[in-house]
Every structure is written in structure tokens, then in C-alpha cells.
């Protein structure tokens, strides 16, 4: 069966650190992966999506990147963490229909 | 500009009653939505979709009811139980012709169901 890794659970940052989130997925190949962020009081944002290695797509200008080195493997990252990246962050993948499936999340707080 | 409206932030229902979870959008083109549960500290989880070409669906005691006309979608809980508790999600796409879903998702509604 599938399953989707990602980690940490929580993090805790101050502003100006690098950030670096890791989601991984088993039991599936060639997955479409998206990272999601839920900021205090809003609904879920796409923030990127991969349909393929290499190959990223950003919905929002921001401080964060995406990298997607394997099929299975999808990395969240900034070099310089701002207040405003607090939030959940959560991955997710679907082979191509119907909904997705979520990471546990993981809650980040910069302070 | 938000999309996909969920304009209750929350909702408190006794158990064994109904719960209704509104949900409005704006895009015309949207031909495919989703429901998600969501617990604290845990990523949401799927519960039910429905597509525009029907206006009903049911699955056990969650129906979803689709109204392209006014757009609009409601989840219906029945009978509501105390781990139906949660914040629930709407989300709604284009179902593409190449590339993949993009899900928009409203801002949650959280429900209280009381024993």
C-alpha cells in the first residue's frame, strides 16, 4: 500500500536560518507531489507541484523553493526563513485522479 | 481573490443530529470537489468527492450535495457522532486535460459535536 512520509513533525527556526522539509512516498511510482501550507486562520495554499523529477511548478511568489532530486522524494526549502513562513506545512501526492493524499504536516514556527 | 469560500468558521451540533457544512466558489470552470477531515497536528484526510455531472453523493452517513447554479456544496453528516469533531475542508479543481489536479481549498469549518 501507499504511504507518505514527511518530517519533522514540529520545528522551531529563527528568522534568517535555512529550512529544509523532506516528504517521501512508498508503494507508488511516478506520484504528482504538492506541498500545501495552512498559515493561522487561512485555508490550505498550494504553495508547488511536481508532476515529474526535476520538474517543479510554483503557485505563489515566495521565500520558499522546491526540489524534486527523486521520483519519490520531494524537498521544501528556504535559505532564509522569514515570521511570515510560520504555518503547517504539508505534503501530499495522487497519481493523476481524484483527490489527494496529506503527510502528517509538520508546524513550523520562526521566531 | 478566495475561490472556495467556507463562510462558518465553525459549528456546534448535538450528537445524533444532522450537520450541514456549507461551501461557495466562484470559478464556473471548477467540475470536481472534494471533502477533507482534518484532527489537530495531523494532515487531512479524505472523505468525500463529488463531480459535476451529478448533484448527490453518499457515502454511509456523509452525503454531499452539488448546486452548479448557485454555487454551492454542502456536507451532510447523519447521524453526527463525537469523532466527527474536526475542521472540515472543501476543496474544488478542473479536472485537467493534461498535467494535474490543483485543488483550491476553502478555510475550514470546525465542528463541535456535543454528547
Known amino acids: 500500500s501507499q504511504t507518505i512520509h514527511q518530517w519533522p513533525a514540529t520545528l522551531v527556526q529563527p528568522v534568517g536560518s535555512p529550512l529544509s522539509l523532506e516528504c517521501t512516498v512508498e508503494?507508488?511510482?511516478?506520484?504528482?507531489l504538492y506541498w500545501y501550507r495552512q498559515a493561522a486562520g487561512r485555508g490550505l495554499q498550494l504553495l508547488f507541484y511536481s508532476v515529474g523529477i526535476g520538474q517543479i511548478s510554483s503557485e505563489v511568489p515566495q521565500n520558499l523553493s522546491a526540489s524534486r532530486p527523486q521520483d519519490r522524494q520531494f524537498i521544501l526549502s528556504s535559505k532564509k526563513l522569514l515570521l511570515s513562513d510560520s504555518g503547517f506545512y504539508l505534503c501530499?501526492?495522487?497519481?493523476?485522479?481524484?483527490?489527494?493524499?496529506f503527510g502528517s504536516g509538520t508546524r513550523l514556527t520562526v521566531v | 481573490d478566495q475561490q472556495v469560500k467556507q463562510n462558518s468558521p465553525s459549528l456546534s451540533v448535538q450528537e445524533g443530529r444532522i450537520s450541514i457544512l456549507n461551501c461557495d466558489y466562484t470559478n464556473s470552470m471548477f467540475d470536481y470537489f472534494l471533502w477533507y477531515k482534518k484532527y489537530p497536528a495531523e494532515g487531512p484526510t479524505f472523505l468525500i468527492s463529488?463531480?459535476?455531472?451529478?448533484d448527490k453523493n453518499e457515502d454511509g452517513r456523509f452525503t454531499v450535495f452539488l448546486n452548479k447554479s448557485a454555487k454551492h456544496l454542502s456536507l451532510h453528516i447523519v447521524p453526527s457522532q463525537p469523532g466527527d469533531s474536526a475542521v472540515y475542508f472543501c476543496a474544488a479543481s478542473i479536472i485537467p486535460t493534461s498535467g494535474t489536479y490543483k485543488y483550491i481549498f476553502g478555510t475550514g469549518t470546525r465542528l463541535k459535536v456535543l454528547a
Open positions: 508503494g507508488t511510482s511516478n506520484p504528482n
Open positions: 501530499a501526492w495522487t497519481l493523476g485522479f481524484r483527490g489527494y493524499t
Open positions: 463529488i463531480s459535476s455531472i451529478k
